[in-house]
C-alpha cells in the first residue's frame, strides 16, 4: 500500500512543473546553483509569477527566498536560499526537486546519497558533513566549558591532545608541501601563450560530436589545462541564439575532465547530432556559449 501511495503522489506531480538540484560541496550557495532553469521559468504564467516564492518540506517547515534577476536568468536571493540548505543539512551528492503547486509555491523532495528520500527532519546521527562541521565547533566549546569545572588535570590532558593535533598537522603539511616542491610544475610561460592564441579574445574549443559524445564530453587536454580549475565545478552553457541554457557538471579526473551531469539533457534539448561541428566559447570563468555547425545529410536523387 505504501508502494501504491508512493506512486500515485509521483504520477500527480508529474503533472506539474518541477526542476531539480544536485548539491555539490564546493556550490551550494553558488549563483549557478541557485539559478532557476530557463525552460521551468518559460513556462511559468504571469499570473502564477511572483518575486517570492515559498519552499515547503514534506513535514510541513517552510522557507521564504526571494527571487531576483540578472540579464541572463531568475535566481534566488542567498539568505532564503542559505536558510534553507542549512536548516536541512544539505551536502555533496544529495539531490532536490521542486514541485511548483502554483503561485510560486514549490513542494521539495529530498534525497540522500544513498537515493533514499528524506521524509522527516534530520536528526544529528543522519547530518550531513556541513553540518556535522557546526555541531562539532559547538562541541568543542561546551567541552571547553566542561573542562575549566572539572579541574587542572582535564585542561592537562586537552592541551596534549591539541598538541598532538597540531604536531600530526604539521607534519601532514610538511609532507604536502615536499611532495609538491618534487612535483613538476607546468609552465606559466606555456600557459600564457596559449592564452594568446583564444580568438578574439575569448578562449575556446572545437569538437566534432561522435555518438559517445551524446551521453558525455571529453574536454580536449590542451584546453583544460590552459583554462579549467583542478576541481569539479557547475559551469553554465548558453544556446548561441538564446533558446536556452543549461548547467553542466564539468567533471575533473586524473585521465581526462569531461562534462558529465546535465550534459544528456542539453544534447537532447539544443539538440546536438553525430557529425555536428561544436565550439565552446569560454566568455565568462563559469560560463560557455555552444556553437554549431549542422552536419550535411546525404541526399539521394532517385530518377
Given at each position: ?12 506531480e ?9 548539491f ?14 530557463y525552460?521551468?521559468?518559460k ?12 519552499i ?8 521564504e ?29 544529495e539531490?532536490?526537486?521542486f514541485?511548483?503547486?502554483g ?5 521539495v523532495?529530498?534525497?540522500?546519497k ?8 534530520r ?26 569545572s ?11 591532545k591539541?598538541r598532538a593535533?597540531?604536531i ?12 609538491k ?7 606559466k ?37 590552459a ?8 559551469y ?11 548547467e553542466?557538471?564539468c ?5 581526462r575532465t569531461?562534462?558529465s551531469?546535465?550534459?544528456?539533457r ?10 555536428d ?13 555552444l556553437?554549431?555547425n549542422?552536419?550535411?545529410e546525404?541526399?539521394?536523387v532517385?530518377e
Amino acid at each position: 500500500m505504501g508502494w501504491n501511495r508512493g506512486f500515485g503522489r509521483v504520477k500527480d506531480e508529474r503533472k506539474n512543473l518541477s526542476f531539480f538540484k544536485i548539491f555539490q560541496s564546493a556550490d551550494l550557495f553558488s549563483e549557478s546553483m541557485r539559478a532557476m532553469p530557463y525552460n521551468f521559468m518559460k513556462n511559468i504564467s504571469k499570473e502564477d509569477f511572483s518575486y517570492k516564492m515559498v519552499i515547503r518540506a514534506q513535514w510541513g517547515s517552510s522557507w521564504e527566498v526571494d527571487i531576483s534577476m540578472n540579464p541572463r536568468f531568475y535566481y534566488m536571493e542567498k539568505s532564503g536560499w542559505n536558510q534553507f540548505v542549512t536548516d536541512n543539512a544539505l551536502g555533496e551528492n544529495e539531490f532536490v526537486t521542486f514541485t511548483h503547486k502554483g503561485l510560486m509555491r514549490f513542494n521539495v523532495n529530498i534525497y540522500g546519497k544513498n537515493g533514499k528520500e528524506i521524509v522527516t527532519p534530520r536528526k544529528p546521527h543522519t547530518a550531513t558533513p556541513f553540518s556535522k562541521l557546526l555541531r562539532g565547533i559547538k562541541k568543542e566549546e561546551d567541552v571547553k566549558k566542561e573542562d575549566e569545572s572539572m579541574g587542572v588535570e582535564v585542561e592537562i590532558e586537552v592541551e596534549k591532545k591539541k598538541r598532538a593535533v597540531e604536531i600530526g598537522e604539521s607534519s601532514r603539511r610538511a609532507a604536502l608541501k615536499k611532495k609538491k616542491a618534487e612535483k613538476p610544475k607546468p609552465s606559466k610561460k606555456k600557459k600564457k601563450i596559449k592564452r594568446k592564441k583564444a580568438k578574439n579574445g575569448v578562449p575556446e574549443f572545437k569538437i566534432t560530436i561522435t555518438n559517445s559524445y551524446l551521453k558525455f564530453l571529453a574536454i580536449p587536454k590542451k584546453f583544460e589545462e590552459a583554462y579549467i580549475p583542478d576541481e569539479s565545478k557547475v559551469y553554465m552553457i548558453h544556446h548561441s541564439e538564446g533558446k536556452g541554457s543549461w548547467e553542466v557538471l564539468c567533471l575533473v579526473r586524473q585521465t581526462r575532465t569531461i562534462f558529465s551531469s546535465g550534459w544528456c539533457r542539453l544534447a537532447r534539448e539544443y539538440p546536438l547530432s553525430v557529425g555536428d561541428r561544436c565550439s565552446f566559447h569560454l566568455v565568462k570563468p563559469d560560463e560557455f556559449v555552444l556553437t554549431t555547425n549542422k552536419a550535411r545529410e546525404e541526399i539521394t536523387v532517385i530518377e
